[in-house]
């Protein structure tokens, strides 16, 4: 784990995250300055929405000194009500989702929060060959998104009781991959195989470049040849480093 540290309005600001994540948390605390020119970010109170995530400033001290630590919610367990001092897991989220939209040249991100709801085919749960799909949110904290088996032959038959509203925040637990494609628009259809993406389309049924497995593999051994070190991908499964 490593220490982020910066300075706002005079008061130190600590934020804990694995090192290869030193971009997106520099990119979150530089946010948090921004805000602070607007409004109290050391209030109680005070919560910044930054992407999926939300994050907290929670005062402590040592050695008589003060400082303010961010903290975000825990998505693996109960982001709704524990908060956890490391960052990570936000900011993987943050960087996966950039880079499909970047990839597939979405000009307009559609916010999805990790409270928003996803209405999820229990079967699908654990099945190899699974779908994403988006459709209108029909009330706040929808996310629109629905998780279903692929090839369903009972597609639109489900009764209630095989259906589950679930917090987005719970594919972490059972397809972290399908947390890239939250913020595409409305009629995105994303394929998926184990944890996987295998397709992407837009609402017309064209064909959305993503970034594979394979081409993130490729990025992480070409950058650590140029760094001369080993470096984990920033976007999944971040190694710790130093604290």
């Known amino acids: 784990m490593y220490i982020f540290e910066a300075e ?18 520099t990119a979150l605390l530089r946010t948090f300055n921004q805000i602070s020119q607007k409004a109290n970010i050391f209030s109680p109170t005070f919560s910044l929405t930054y992407g999926w995530a939300r994050y907290y400033l929670s005062k402590r001290s040592e050695k008589n000194t003060s400082y303010y630590v961010v903290q975000t919610g825990d998505y693996k367990n109960n982001p709704m009500q524990l908060r956890t001092d490391d960052c990570s897991d936000a900011l993987i989220v943050q960087n996966m989702q950039v880079d499909t939209n970047m990839k597939a040249g979405v000009g307009r991100p559609e916010p999805t929060l990790f409270s928003d709801t996803i209405l999820v085919l229990k079967e699908a749960i654990n099945a190899p060959d ?4 988006r459709s209108e949110a029909t009330k706040n904290g929808d996310s629109g998104w629905y998780f279903g088996l692929l090839n369903d032959e009972r597609e639109g038959q489900h009764e209630n009781d095989e259906l589950v509203t679930v917090p987005t925040s719970e594919l972490m637990k059972f397809r972290g991959e399908a947390l890239r494609v939250l913020q595409m628009p409305v009629g995105t259809l994303a394929v998926f195989h184990d944890n996987e993406m295998t397709a992407l389309v837009d609402k017309d049924d064209n064909p959305l470049e993503f970034t594979t497995a394979e081409d993130r593999k490729r990025e992480t051994a070409r950058n650590a040849a140029e760094n001369g070190e080993e470096n984990e991908s920033a976007d999944e499964n971040p190694a710790a480093s130093e604290e």
């Open 130 to 133: 699974v779908y994403m799909n």
């Open 8 to 25: 706002i309005n005079n008061k130190k600001i600590k934020l804990y995250s694995n090192y290869p994540l030193r971009r997106a948390a």
